[in-house]
C-alpha cells in the first residue's frame, strides 16, 4: 500500500465574488496575478518547495481554466506516478450528486482519495493566497508540540483582529480558545485558513459531523477537535500573505511586486514560483516608447508608455498610449492614443483608439460600491471597448460594448455597464 508522510488538499473552488467581474467566468485561483503567474501557483509551488508532492485541488465553480493549467501538473514537478497533483472536482455517486457545500464537505467527499495514500498528516489549503511559506517547518511545529491540530495564524493589527477568526494561546502557542470575528478581540492571532491536521483526527471529525449544513473548518471542524480534547496549537507565520480577495487588495499585491525593494519578491533563487508557460516570442519594445517601474510579460509589444503597472503576456501599447497604475492582462490590446488611469483590464479584451479610463471625480458605484472603489476601473475579461469614449472612476465594463451604451461618448464615474449575456 502506498504511504505518504503528509499529502495537501488545496481548496480551489471558491467564486471570488468580491472580485466582480474578474471572477465571473473563472475561478479566484485562476486569475491571473503578477503578469505571468495564476493566483493558485503561490500555494502549488509552496507545496513543491516544502517537498510536499501530493496535492489533492479541489475544484467547482468554474474550474476549465483552472484544470487546463494545473493539466498534470509538469511545471511544479507534480507530474509524479505516485502522488503529484490531482484536480478533485465534485462528482456524481450512485445515490445522489452533491455539490461542495463547505471547505470541510469538500474534504469529507473526498475521504477515499485521502485514504488511498495512507497519509499520517494532511495539510489544508486555501488556492487564492499570495505568500511564500515553508510547510515542513510547520510540520516539524505540529510534530514536536504533539499537536493533533495546527493553525497557521499571523499577527495582526489589534484594530483589525476582528475581521479575522483569532487564537487564543498560552506561552506555549497551545491554543486555549478562539473566537470567529470576534467584537472586542482577546488576541491578534489571525487564523490564515492553513491547518495541518494528523488524518485520523480529521477523518473522525469529518465522519462524525457529516450531516451539518455547509461543514466547515472554522465552524465545525476545529470547535469539535477542540472540544473532543485534541491538542490545537499556532504556528505564527510572520511573512508576507496577501488575501486578495477585493479588488482593491488584488490591486495592491499587485503594484507591491514593483516597487523597488518589493515586499514580496518573485525572483528569489531558493524559492521559485512556478507556473504553467507557454510558448511566448520575447517582449518587444519599440524605439520612442517609455516603461518605468513595471513589470512586462512575454510576448508584449510596447509602442506606448507604460508607468507603474503590470502587463501579462501578450498584451499590445499602442504608439501614444499612456498606462499607469494598472494592470492588464493577457493577450489585451490597447489602441493608440488611450489613457489608462488605476485601471484593472482582464484577459483579450480589446480598447480601441482614443479612450480614456479612469478620469473625473471619485463618485460611489451606483451598483456595487462594495465592490467597485478605491478609484479602479474594472474591464471583464473578452470585452470591446469602443474608440473615442472616456470612462470614470469606480466603474465597470463587462461585454462587448459599443458607441450607443456611452451617451455623449462618457460613462460617468460610479456607473456599472454590463451587456446582457456577459454576467
Known amino acids: 500500500m502506498i504511504k505518504k508522510g503528509m499529502i495537501a488538499m488545496l481548496l480551489a473552488g471558491g467564486q471570488g465574488s468580491r472580485l466582480g467581474v474578474l471572477t465571473s467566468k473563472v475561478a479566484k485561483p485562476a486569475v491571473s496575478f503578477g503578469g505571468k503567474y495564476r493566483i493558485i501557483d503561490f500555494p502549488l509551488s509552496n507545496c513543491i518547495n516544502s517537498g510536499v508532492d501530493t496535492v489533492g485541488v479541489l475544484t467547482q465553480y468554474q474550474p476549465l481554466r483552472l484544470n487546463t493549467h494545473i493539466g498534470i501538473g509538469i511545471p511544479w514537478d507534480l507530474d509524479r506516478n505516485i502522488g503529484g497533483v490531482t484536480v478533485l472536482p465534485p462528482y456524481e455517486k450512485s445515490t445522489n450528486s452533491e455539490w461542495y457545500t463547505g471547505t470541510a464537505n469538500a474534504i469529507y467527499q473526498n475521504i477515499d482519495y485521502i485514504d488511498s495514500f495512507n497519509p499520517d498528516y494532511v495539510l489544508i489549503l486555501s488556492g487564492d493566497h499570495i505568500y511564500k511559506m515553508d510547510y515542513e517547518v510547520m510540520l516539524n511545529f505540529h510534530k514536536e508540540n504533539n499537536a493533533e491540530v495546527t493553525i497557521a495564524v499571523m499577527p495582526v493589527p489589534m484594530e483589525e483582529a476582528r475581521r479575522f477568526g483569532i487564537m487564543i494561546t498560552d506561552e506555549n502557542k497551545k491554543i486555549t480558545d478562539f473566537e470567529e470575528k470576534p467584537e472586542k478581540p482577546r488576541s491578534n492571532l489571525a487564523s490564515m485558513g492553513i491547518y495541518i491536521f494528523n488524518w485520523k483526527t480529521l477523518k473522525d471529525a469529518l465522519v462524525v459531523n457529516?450531516?451539518?449544513?455547509?461543514?466547515?473548518?472554522?465552524?465545525?471542524?476545529?470547535?469539535?477537535?477542540?472540544?473532543?480534547?485534541?491538542?490545537?496549537?499556532?504556528?505564527?507565520?510572520?511573512?508576507?500573505?496577501?488575501?486578495?480577495?477585493?479588488?482593491?487588495?488584488?490591486?495592491?499585491?499587485?503594484?507591491?511586486?514593483?516597487?523597488?525593494?518589493?515586499?514580496?519578491?518573485?525572483?528569489?533563487?531558493?524559492?521559485?514560483?512556478?507556473?504553467?508557460?507557454?510558448?511566448?516570442?520575447?517582449?518587444?519594445?519599440?524605439?520612442?516608447?517609455?516603461?518605468?517601474?513595471?513589470?512586462?510579460?512575454?510576448?508584449?509589444?510596447?509602442?506606448?508608455?507604460?508607468?507603474?503597472?503590470?502587463?501579462?503576456?501578450?498584451?499590445?501599447?499602442?504608439?501614444?498610449?499612456?498606462?499607469?497604475?494598472?494592470?492588464?492582462?493577457?493577450?489585451?490590446?490597447?489602441?493608440?492614443?488611450?489613457?489608462?488611469?488605476?485601471?484593472?483590464?482582464?484577459?483579450?479584451?480589446?480598447?480601441?483608439?482614443?479612450?480614456?479610463?479612469?478620469?473625473?471625480?471619485?463618485?460611489?458605484?451606483?451598483?456595487?460600491?462594495?465592490?467597485?472603489?478605491?478609484?479602479?476601473?474594472?474591464?471583464?475579461?473578452?470585452?470591446?471597448?469602443?474608440?473615442?469614449?472616456?470612462?470614470?472612476?469606480?466603474?465597470?465594463?463587462?461585454?462587448?460594448?459599443?458607441?450607443?451604451?456611452?451617451?455623449?461618448?462618457?460613462?460617468?464615474?460610479?456607473?456599472t455597464l454590463i451587456k446582457a449575456g456577459d454576467e
Not at 519578491?265 to 507556473?275: A, F, G, M, S
Not at 498584451?315 to 490590446?333: C, F, L, P, Q, W
Request: with cysteine; proline share 5%; net charge negative.
Open 210 to 415: 457529516a450531516d451539518q449544513p455547509a461543514l466547515d473548518f472554522g465552524k465545525h471542524i476545529i470547535p469539535y477537535c477542540h472540544s473532543h480534547g485534541a491538542p490545537l496549537y499556532a504556528y505564527e507565520f510572520n511573512g508576507y500573505w496577501k488575501d486578495v480577495g477585493t479588488l482593491s487588495s488584488y490591486w495592491e499585491a499587485n503594484m507591491e511586486l514593483i516597487n523597488i525593494v518589493p515586499e514580496f519578491n518573485l525572483y528569489e533563487e531558493y524559492w521559485k514560483i512556478y507556473t504553467r508557460s507557454t510558448m511566448l516570442p520575447p517582449q518587444y519594445v519599440a524605439d520612442g516608447s517609455v516603461i518605468e517601474k513595471s513589470i512586462i510579460g512575454a510576448g508584449s509589444d510596447i509602442y506606448g508608455e507604460v508607468y507603474n503597472s503590470v502587463l501579462g503576456c501578450g498584451v499590445t501599447i499602442e504608439k501614444g498610449a499612456v498606462v499607469r497604475d494598472s494592470i492588464i492582462m493577457n493577450e489585451t490590446y490597447i489602441g493608440r492614443n488611450c489613457e489608462l488611469y488605476k485601471a484593472i483590464v482582464a484577459e483579450n479584451v480589446r480598447i480601441n483608439d482614443n479612450v480614456r479610463l479612469g478620469v473625473g471625480q471619485e463618485v460611489p458605484n451606483e451598483t456595487d460600491p462594495h465592490i467597485y472603489n478605491n478609484g479602479m476601473v474594472t474591464v471583464g475579461e473578452k470585452s470591446i471597448v469602443p474608440e473615442g469614449v472616456t470612462v470614470g472612476k469606480n466603474s465597470v465594463i463587462f461585454g462587448v460594448t459599443t458607441a450607443e451604451d456611452y451617451p455623449n461618448r462618457c460613462l460617468a464615474s460610479g456607473k
